[in-house]
């Protein structure tokens, strides 16, 4: 098989060993051999001349269609990268080969059958000599398409399979796969010659009655194709046309059904002007009435969806499709028209919405519900907003029940025959109100809504696939998104009315209560979604709702028997009381009442009920924190005193990291208390038990000596209690300081205790040491003693800076970096680093004494351990570069002063700069990302400093051909944007003339030759750095000439501005062999983000807008909490 890397090899000869090396790769049984092959095959694609022999493979009869493959595969290779050095002959000979092999498969209906996998391959490769070709050299491309066209039915059908592959490649994947500017050229040549295809379709149309009976597969092909160009073509085709007249008669034809129903999906969800309203409204009217010819809008979606084949199930997607985004696109031109036929088909069309909407399939309901938050949230804003001064309507009840039991339980409103035609015979509405015409559609929507309500985060408690109620494991973020829409929506239609959504859910409490609708799966969506309207109501209506629903959960939760059931009402109390702080915290009874119901079920050993107990009583303490520590009418104390005197009890049957979420809710609660006096004795009384087990050790420890430690009991136990200090050092805030002054000073030993016996363990038995079960235990109190420290200075304030930096910040200095310099890297913890980086932020920097002691305790024995691979040591490169990012953005100076030694210094500067370029070398994202962060900080701070020139002598260029070298390895496109703002800092500075010493290196003759452009100007910076990158770019990209490298420095070294210095980056990037045919999406990483900001800042500010959009807890902080 190695013979085929022979260019001597004859044509024969290679397509014989090139059939048998395929073969071997597809069916082999040897790995070893399937490899080889698969090794050799990928050489011959490197082989410059390889395509040469492309049809000679294809020619070959005995060719195998794998072959067949590759050979395209070769040809497509070098269309993509060097199609423009082929000479001019060369590439018309390339394109008519191509050309002639495609009108010979195509031209048959055997050939389009039998060959149609190799002939649409044959297709890409065609398109992408087009997107070379077109228009400079293959001007009458579309003129030759369209003509050969015509000339025979199956050749018709392949071109317009041609056609629509061009549309794509041109207006939907040419993103960051050609240069901008070639884009353009292409979508106007598109647009301009468009006229000959759009003739070409409508050749077909108005054969199709002809054409259906003798080759409707062309009929469908065409208006597939057509679909393709809907998106961009120009209106007058579509509405100044037969084009919709001829698509609504298609939509009659069962066949024909779906192809159009796509084209009209298209069309419906384009925006348009006024100028063709008329066209809009008629084709709603036209589209209406066929669609009711054959499915009534009572049809059953629901039940009948999963028994329905592929096609009719695309036809219900698409049905809904074009329903949204017509509506979207025109419903409010429609609503502003009084004719009755344009009124009832928006009727009739949003009555098939809300029946699609039971439609069992997510995707399909997912579409729907989009156009329903859409259109609530419309209704909300112009009618119901408090700047509207409207008031409920009584009447919408009224409507409410005849559309839900048209809609929903199948009876016919319409009296209706059975043929569908009479649904769109109706009134148009009377009044002026949007709200009372939509409000029977809407209250069929409120109960889809509630009857499928999403899981919100907060549910832990599930039903698994065999029908048991278990504890979630991972969390389902299709879910939780879903939620949120339909939250919002549910929302938007509780303020539209009230009173029914109010309705609805406590009818629906009560069939759960009777036992006539009783099941896990009705009661969890509907306590979902009374959960998700809270602040939807006003103040009163809310109480009066609520304490029916919590009596009613609360009753019910006395009714159940089975601890399933149990479970499962526990659940969605839990979950309802967690959503309502606003009433809770005006209803102090209530308040108590549920918090010790939660208490209750914090003894439920039910798996998830204690966990969701714990979660609902931080979230509660959360919200109403100041309640617990205020003394209530009819109390004697604040109840956070009771609470205290009863933590034993009530934690008695909590696992520890429940107990560690309890006492982060008594922490954020006494943190409210305004008396210090009293908080810092709440503290001291919230800490009573595990301090009296953190003393029995300490005692135990001293006692009898350090035996007791070494007990695996004893370490988690120590282990529980730091982690509950961590937890409380969180919520608790600065306040924290009384109980860390009561346990430092024997952390501290305890940590320095645990240090010595595993480095005494590690001189006995070496590194296998470090993995045993001691060990990790060990490891756990130290990283827990840090973690305890670090949680502590995260809530730091800027008052207590001083007292912290003496009191515990210099303590631990030497314990803890000594241990961690004296460690094996095996045995050294990573949240040392994370701690360190920390201190360094919290204190917004340290002296330059202070940050010596940091760097040469943890910066060189660390990057010993993470700079051999990108895998081991992954905790300890995070919190390395967090370190290293800290002490460059608050002690910067320090970083030039790591030694008195000035030659040491340098030598530690050089290590601080290595390890950057290490950084952002490292192929995880993350890590990749910090070194382009911190790369970017420090030099934006050399820049203002007076180490500038210093810097740039010395490692300028270095840094500028490492950046260079990611920036064009495909590896490294996420870091895109960071890596053009770096460089154009670099030559920025280099061209503002702010450096005054040469950056070159004077004694070297090349460098001044770069300097001087061998000596024909005078030296200068911006010279060297524009000749360097010429010979850098040149020698590194061989495929690109001479003119374009020079076009590419141009733009780098004159563009200041950051958006055109990317954009000329980028195309510079596409132009080069290893972009140009991939995925380079994350080439436009940063304008999605940007995107996304603007996004989520228009987006607060859209929930802030309507009371209860913004769920309870993410609410901020009113003061009332």
Known sequence: MEKLLDPSLSDAEFVMLLNQTIQVMYTSSSAAERNMAQTLLTQVQEMPDAWLRADKVLDEPQSSQPTKFYALQLLTGMISYRWKALPRATAETVRSYVVNKVIALSSTQEGLLSERVYLNKLNLVLVSIVKQEWPAHWRSFIQEIVGASKTNPYLCENNMVILALLSEEVFEFSHGQMKQDRIVEL??????????????????????????????????????????????????????????????????VPYLRNASLRCMVEIGSLNVTTMYAVQIKTLLVNFMKTLVSFVPPTHDFHNVYETSDEEAQNFIMDLALFFTGFFKAHLSLLDNDENSDVQTAIRIAHEFLANLSTVPDIEVFKTCLEWWHRLASDLYSNECHPSVALLRSPLMLGGSQGIHNHILDGTNTNNNTGDGSSAMEGQARS??????????????????????????????????????????????????ALYKTMRETLVFLTHLDTDDTEHIMLERMTKQIDGTEWSWHNLNTLCWAIGSISGAMGEEEEKKFLVTVIKDLLHLCEQKRGKDNKAVVASNIMYVVGQYPRFLRAHWKFLKTVVNKNFEFMHETHPGVQDMACDTFLKIAQKCRRKFVTTQIGETRPFI?????????????????????????????????????????????????????????????????????????????????????????????????????????????????????????????????TRTSDARNMRSVKKECLRVIEAFLSTLEHKDKDLVLRDVVDPMLEPILGNYYNSIAEARDAEVLSLFSEIVSSMKGLDDARIRMIFKSLMSCTLDMIRNNFEDFPDARLNFFKLLASINRYSFPSL???????????????????????????????????????????????????????????????????????????????????QSLILMHLLGIVTSGVLKEPIWNQDNSQDNALATSNGTQPPSNPL??????????????????????????????????????????????????????????????????????????????????TPGLVAPNAMPDDGMS
């Open 187 to 252: 979508k106007n040549q598109f647009n301009d010659e468009f006229a000959m295809v759009f003739q070409l379709c409508q050749w077909v149309f108005k054969q199709a009655d002809t054409l259906i009976s003798t080759h409707k597969s062309l009929v469908c092909q065409s208006l597939q194709t057509l679909e393709k160009f809907l998106m961009w073509i120009p209106l007058g085709y579509i509405y100044e046309t037969d084009l919709i007249e001829d698509l609504i008669k298609f939509f009659g």
């Open 431 to 480: 009044g002026p109100s949007r709200r009372m015409f939509y409000a029977p559609i809407l209250s069929a929507v409120r109960r889809v809504m509630i009857s499928r309500m999403a899981k919100p985060e907060e549910v832990l408690i599930v039903e698994d696939e065999n029908g048991e109620i278990v504890r979630e494991t991972t969390k389902d973020t299709d879910a939780i």
């Open 641 to 769: 005193n009771e609470m205290l005197d009863n933590v034993s009890e009530i934690i008695a049957e909590l696992e520890p990291h429940q107990i560690q979420s309890f006492y982060e809710s008594c922490g954020c609660i006494i943190a409210s208390h305004s008396n210090s006096q009293e908080r810092d004795g709440l503290i001291v009384k919230l800490f009573e038990l595990p301090n009296q087990s953190w003393q029995q050790i300490i005692y135990a420890a001293s006692s009898s000596g350090n035996d007791v430690l070494k007990q695996r009991d004893t370490m988690k136990k120590i282990v529980n209690i730091l982690r509950t200090n961590a937890r409380v050092a969180g919520s608790l805030g600065p306040p924290y300081y009384v109980q860390l002054k009561f346990i430092f000073v024997d952390m501290l030993k305890m940590y320095s205790l645990y240090s010595e016996m595993i480095s005494l363990a590690v001189q006995s038995q070496g590194v296998f040491a």
């Open 896 to 978: 030039f002063r790591l030694d008195e030694n000035p030659a040491a210094a340098e030598a530690e500067f050089r290590v601080v700069v290595d390890a950057i370029v290490w950084a952002f070398r490292h192929t995880e994202r993350n890590v990749a990302e910090t070194g382009l962060t911190i790369l970017l900080e420090h030099i934006q701070n050399i820049a203002n400093s007076e180490y500038v020139g210093y810097w740039f002598q010395r490692y300028f260029r270095m840094i500028l051909n490492e950046i260079l070298s990611v920036l064009t390895d495909t590896l490294h496109k996420p870091g895109f944007k960071l």
């Open 1024 to 1105: 060297f750095v524009r000749n360097h990158l010429m010979q850098t770019l040149s020698s590194a990209f061989p495929n690109m000439n001479e003119a374009q490298v020079l076009e590419t420095l141009r733009g780098m070294i004159e563009c200041n501005e950051e958006k055109a210095f990317k954009g000329h980056l980028r195309d510079f990037l596409v132009q080069t062999k290893e972009f140009s045919a991939g995925d380079n999406t994350d080439l436009y990483d940063e304008e999605r983000q940007l995107q996304q900001i603007e996004q989520q800042k228009q987006e607060a500010e859209r929930l802030a807008r």
